[in-house]
């Protein structure tokens, strides 16, 4: 099975920067999406933001503006550059993928292990 794996999380003062990192284990046979989800202490996992397979982008309002998704479908790569981050930002930040891992498999969806961010006031 194909695994997504993230890196990039640790703590940060509010206000300041970090830059996650997502890319699948091996090569899948198709994405359609990627993007990450939170999860807070306490609370439900959320979409941060994703962006297609065609370079489109949608992100959660409460981090619009201060979040930017890039990477590369065919690579199976994605990023997430995070700044002002203030202390509700703090989560386990997950990466996701919409695709076939391969030819023998429909379409599913993948999560990484998460990893985590936390800002300090």
């Known amino acids: 099975q194909v695994q997504l794996v993230e890196s990039g999380g640790g703590l940060v003062q509010a206000g300041g920067s970090l830059r996650l990192s997502c890319a699948a284990s091996?090569?899948?046979?198709?994405?359609?999406?990627m993007g990450w989800y939170r999860q807070a202490p306490g609370k439900q996992r959320e979409l941060v933001g994703e962006?297609?397979?065609?370079?489109?982008?949608n992100y959660a309002d409460s981090v619009k503006g201060r979040f930017t998704i890039s990477g590369d479908m065919v690579k199976n790569t994605v990023f997430l550059q995070m700044h002002s981050l203030k202390p509700e930002d703090t989560a386990v930040y997950y990466c996701?993928?919409?695709?076939?891992?391969?030819?023998?498999?429909?379409?599913?969806?993948?999560w990484g292990q998460g990893t985590q961010v936390t800002v300090s006031s």
């Open positions: 996701t993928a919409m695709g076939r891992g391969s030819v023998l498999v429909g379409n599913q969806r993948y």
């Open positions: 091996r090569t899948m046979f198709s994405i359609n999406v």
């Open positions: 962006i297609t397979s065609g370079g489109s982008t």
